[in-house]
């Protein structure tokens, strides 16, 4: 068993955000002292971190952790490249916004107001949401 601080430096997550996983439910310690209230990690701790690191990379929120972290399959798999499309699809409009933007600073032109789309606000309101929650 390692104490946190331990546990921190072999998995190369802070102290600080352990705890916040331990009290969020993400990463629960396999022991807690009862009487210090000290927190202990096991190797299959090791694992289960590894594991929330990749989902974190791959940007699953919290949320999705807990929720998938003991049965990922291909569908939830599917559904997190599907998110990841759109958000891409949307980084693109607003790529191509920019460089209209910019064409028309270059050529002196005064900014001409495009409407986002539907679709455009649609999706930038899903990830502006899911940031907010993401954040909070």
């Known amino acids: 068993m390692y104490k946190i601080g331990e546990f921190s430096k072999i998995v190369d997550i802070p102290v600080r955000t352990l705890r916040y996983y331990a009290e969020y439910g993400v990463l629960v310690p396999s022991e807690i002292d009862r009487f210090t209230g000290y927190k202990y990690y096991s190797e299959s701790d090791i694992v289960k971190c590894e594991l929330i690191k990749l989902l974190k990379s791959l940007d699953f929120t919290l949320?999705?952790?807990?929720?998938?972290?003991?049965?990922?399959?291909?569908?939830?798999?599917?559904?997190?490249?599907k998110e990841i499309e759109e958000?891409?699809?949307?980084?693109?409009?607003?790529?191509?916004?920019?460089t209209?933007?910019?064409?028309?600073?270059?050529?002196k032109k005064s900014y001409t107001r495009v409407n986002e789309t539907n679709e455009e606000k649609v999706l930038r309101?899903?990830?502006?949401?899911?940031?907010?929650?993401?954040?909070?």
């Open 125 to 136: 309101r899903k990830y502006e949401k899911r940031n907010v929650r993401k954040s909070a």
């Open 87 to 98: 958000r891409i699809y949307l980084l693109k409009l607003k790529y191509n916004r920019l």
């Open 100 to 107: 209209c933007w910019q064409e028309e600073i270059k050529n």
């Open 63 to 81: 949320d999705e952790i807990i929720e998938y972290k003991d049965r990922i399959d291909e569908e939830i798999l599917e559904k997190k490249k």
